[in-house]
């Protein structure tokens, strides 16, 4: 898998506008810290959105592994497994947006 994403990157030209960035020698040597100098206000309004955003999350992962484990009494590794499993599900399978593939398009074919 490597090597073909090796092989597709080295098929694949640069931006001209990074081109003119490099041979201008703009290139920041830390482009987090430049961002976080230039962009505050971004950043902290998309790390409380994002906070919104997983909060129920954590508390539904926080109320399956203590009510498993102490009214049902399945065993810690068994729940963890199933968050784990759940959270990978393809949500477009499943009708729930969940994680980084709720931005996926709709409902494909292989459902």
Not at 42 to 51: D, E, G, R, T
Not at 83 to 96: F, N
Request: one cysteine or more; aromatic letters at 6%.
């Amino acid at each position: 898998m490597v090597g073909v994403g090796l092989y597709i990157r080295l098929g694949i030209l640069e931006t001209p506008i990074f081109s003119r960035l490099l041979a201008e020698n703009r290139i920041e040597r830390a482009p987090v810290f430049e961002v976080i100098k230039r962009q505050p206000k971004s950043i902290i309004l998309v790390a409380l959105a994002k906070m919104g955003e997983m909060a129920p999350a954590y508390v539904y992962g926080a109320f399956v592994l203590t009510y498993g484990t102490t009214v049902l009494g399945s065993s810690r590794d068994l729940l963890l497994s199933a968050l784990l499993a759940s959270a990978a599900e393809d949500p477009r399978c499943s009708g729930v947006p969940a994680g980084p593939l709720a931005q996926l398009p709709a409902r494909p074919e292989s459902c």
